[in-house]
């Protein structure tokens, strides 16, 4: 059974910094794009950042361009979320997302909770 795990989230005062993971497996990770998504109370879930099933190339959502990146390690089967100057908006529960790169397959994680407060 595929599992995603996500790690790494907490509390944090505004401006800080988180360092999110996500460890994939049983699944050809390297098949897969991987994506970080959150959902804050009350609102949907949004895609927040992107990365290629090479790690060549990647997007991010307008809201955490310059703040937020994302990376994978496909020897470690590992995506990660490097978060810094993070707002009060950014407070949201995070889920890794895999999905295959040429058949209809999507996995995801349970989630970790970022909370950004003073």
């Known amino acids: 059974q595929v599992q995603l795990v996500e790690s790494g989230g907490g509390l944090v005062q505004p401006g800080g910094s988180l360092r999110l993971s996500c460890a994939a497996s049983r699944l050809t990770f390297s098949s897969y794009t991987m994506n970080w998504y959150r959902q804050a109370p009350g609102k949907e879930r949004e895609l927040v950042a992107a990365?290629?099933?090479?790690?060549?190339?990647?997007s991010y959502a307008d809201s955490v361009k310059g703040r937020f990146s994302i990376s994978r390690d496909n020897a470690k089967n590992t995506v990660y979320l490097q978060m810094n100057s993070l707002k009060p908006e950014d407070t949201a529960m995070y889920y890794c997302?895999?999905?295959?790169?040429?058949?209809?397959?999507?996995?995801w994680g349970t989630g970790t909770l970022v909370t950004v407060s003073s």
């Open positions: 990365i290629s099933s090479s790690g060549g190339s990647t």
């Open positions: 997302n895999a999905r295959h790169i040429s058949i209809d397959m999507v996995y």
